[in-house]
């Protein structure tokens, strides 16, 4: 079987992961053959922890000119995503992205247009939430037509507690200029990247951000925020990573059916007509259409991230359709500043929304951030923290 | 045993309905005695289907006056209900308001003064919800101070759909001039009263109204609502008479607890430490606090209506204590007059906000609104819309 060369930008918590279950054979049409740091530190840790066969580099450009790999994962901090993905693309490797795409949309439109000028470079990021069964039959459902339109969305996603050690574990974390953002950049991409992918991107966002209030970090930790589609329906997106026990639930209204997935289940109340059919046409003020609610099947597979980089190598290899285009990463990221921009000015956003002015705004914070002081790095095996469930 | 004297004034939808309960003796402290209408179809109306041992009138002074009632419990439009409640006060006769209180914070005050000078009136609002006891567990757990502060309240309550014909049924009905109001005024005075009841008031509301979006009226039938609290807690309220199928999930994060009410069923999420000592001790970067979830057992006992006139009758010849004191009715609509204020102006508004300023901002839009012209009133058995589930 053929296998694609792959080489690991960043052997950090996520890189290691994926390292790990290439090393485990999780997916056969990858090799791993290169890891590189610039912390060598991570390189001496990755040496000693991952196969001997493997090349070690603390240079990313030294890695990608080697032409040892045909194709790169990138697990570095936030802002270096969309600088290493475009040197990817210039090489002809091909190149996923983790999470977020980038820190503000301007980088990653810049990623996107070098992205045009490649179109043999596969270009993927790693949303590995779209693989979850619950989610991409809801997706279905919503986009089939069947249920007429969106009326309201809404999504409760607190359930990311992160404790203080966690944001003490890297002196880059939950800052401005190590993160760019804190739960909206950091833990919450892939939920702002279904939300778009399941109901579409809304017209006006109105956030309300609070920084460091569960935690002493100077980002954001609690996220209220409400959003108008061009339809006019209606969404909340509320977030938080100092819940201990939060709550995973997302709720679509249409005008033939509620949705609501929780607990890694999809119910649906399917109505007999749409709402205005029925309003139009009954007589009885209190009486509402007739429907039926029951737990929707799904095809049960969950792969996540071992998901994403097998689609990634079929559409390599033999032309097969990727989990998620990296072009894709700029609409959830589009929430994401739009909600920062909101909160920074206090007042509700238009979609498109000014990139330039926040990427000043965000500048200026980038600016003042402090970063943690005397702060000694700790790695952890992430991968209770996504199991099959989010 | 001893039976108070009843006369109730406004004999539509509501005021039959406890007229029914009284007459099939479901509270056996209160007679019937009088009952009356400006409206002389519905005295003739009630002539035929309730007792030929009542007395009629069309004016409801001329009841009051009669020296027949000690009692009276007033079911009229919003606008009228506390000027009603006044002229009783100024008689010494016991008065029970229908919610809301009224229909802006400025007259329900002046209500709420006139009861100062009547400390032997016993004054009580019908906030039959009260008397759940999901939602009485849930403010015992609440504050009784075992699960620290609150963080976080959410409330979905959009099951209080309503199709075009209950709008038709009534001239007044959703009219700026009829109700001054539409979802906020009419469906949810029980949910802001409970909200408050268990959670507090917040001290900054901001709010999305939109304006018959579902149906063909004047006033809001689509409501989302963001509040913060004294303590840093955020809240959000969604409500909407437009899903046919809607949701009512009442959510409150707390230091130390996770409490949802959903389906008339409590659940408690309670952890071994709150979230703070649990966050300073600990050092797993991706590990939360232990925590039990289990279903809270209530007493059972959900009497609504019926529990709070004979709660009501207790108060006036035992002494008892009443389900809600008339002079809480203001908090509830405070909430509501605050959220239209921020729609009104588009703005964050400050608790106390400008009572003056809302009160003129609402007459503008009595001063332009469009009563339905042609219809036909019709009234209904509305007992089945609130059960013993809201």
């Known amino acids: 079987m053929d296998q694609i060369k792959l080489g690991i930008i960043g052997i950090g918590n996520m890189g290691s992961s994926h390292a790990r279950n290439i090393l485990d054979e999780k997916c056969p049409e990858i090799r791993l053959v290169a890891v590189c740091d610039k912390n060598q530190e991570r390189v001496e840790w990755a040496k000693k922890e991952l196969s001997a066969d493997i090349r070690y580099y603390s240079s990313p450009e030294e890695m990608l000119d080697s032409g040892v790999i045909e194709a790169c994962l990138i697990a570095v901090p936030h802002f270096e995503h969309t600088k290493y993905a475009i040197e990817c693309m210039k090489r002809g490797i091909h190149v996923m992205v983790e999470k977020p795409a980038g820190v503000y949309t301007l980088q990653v439109k810049e990623m996107n247009a070098e992205a045009e000028k490649h179109p043999d470079v596969?270009?993927?990021?790693m949303f590995n939430q779209r693989t979850n069964c619950v989610y991409r039959k809801l997706?279905?459902?919503?986009?089939?037509?069947?249920?007429?339109?969106?009326?309201?969305?809404?999504?409760?996603?607190?359930?990311?507690?992160?404790?203080?050690?966690?944001?003490?574990?890297?002196?880059w974390r939950a800052t401005w200029s190590g993160e760019g953002g804190g739960v909206l950049l950091n833990q919450c991409p892939h939920q702002l990247d279904l939300w778009q992918w399941i109901c579409g991107m809304p017209v006006k966002?109105?956030?309300?951000?609070?920084?460091?209030?569960?935690?002493d970090i100077e980002v954001e930790d609690d996220v209220t925020t409400y959003v108008e589609y061009a339809n006019g329906a209606t969404g909340v997106f509320i977030t938080s990573t100092g819940?201990?026990?939060?709550?995973?639930?997302?709720?679509?209204?249409?005008?033939?059916?509620?949705?609501?997935?929780?607990?890694?289940?999809?119910?649906?109340?399917?109505?007999?007509?749409?709402?205005?059919e029925f309003s139009?046409?009954?007589?009885?003020?209190?009486?509402?259409?007739?429907?039926?609610?029951?737990?929707?099947?799904?095809?049960?597979?969950?792969?996540?991230h071992?998901?994403?980089?097998?689609?990634?190598?079929?559409?390599?290899?033999?032309g097969g359709k990727l989990v998620a285009e990296g072009r894709e990463g700029v609409n959830g990221l589009t929430l994401s500043n739009a909600m920062h921009l909101s909160a920074f000015l206090g007042k509700k956003i238009e979609l498109p929304f000014d990139e330039e002015l926040y990427y000043n705004e965000l500048m200026k914070r980038v600016a003042t951030s402090k970063r943690k002081v005397g702060v000694k790095a700790v790695?952890?095996?992430?991968?209770?923290?996504?199991?099959?469930?989010?």
């Not at 966002?205 to 935690?215: A, F, P, Q, T």
């Not at 790695?379 to 989010?390: I, P």
């Open 306 to 318: 071992v998901g994403v980089l097998n689609a990634w190598a079929d559409a390599i290899l033999h």
């Open 205 to 215: 966002v109105e956030s309300h951000l609070h920084y460091g209030l569960w935690h």
């Open 280 to 304: 139009k046409t009954n007589t009885q003020p209190f009486q509402t259409v007739k429907a039926n609610t029951y737990e929707v099947e799904t095809d049960g597979e969950n792969p996540q």
């Open 122 to 125: 596969v270009f993927g990021m």
């Open 243 to 276: 819940d201990a026990h939060g709550t995973n639930r997302f709720e679509i209204q249409m005008d033939k059916a509620k949705l609501v997935v929780e607990n890694n289940q999809l119910m649906i109340t399917e109505y007999e007509m749409t709402e205005q």
């Open 139 to 171: 997706r279905e459902l919503v986009q089939s037509g069947n249920y007429g339109e969106i009326r309201r969305t809404n999504w409760i996603i607190t359930d990311w507690y992160r404790p203080q050690c966690y944001y003490d574990s890297g002196d």
């Open 379 to 390: 790695f952890s095996d992430t991968s209770s923290s996504y199991g099959g469930n989010r």
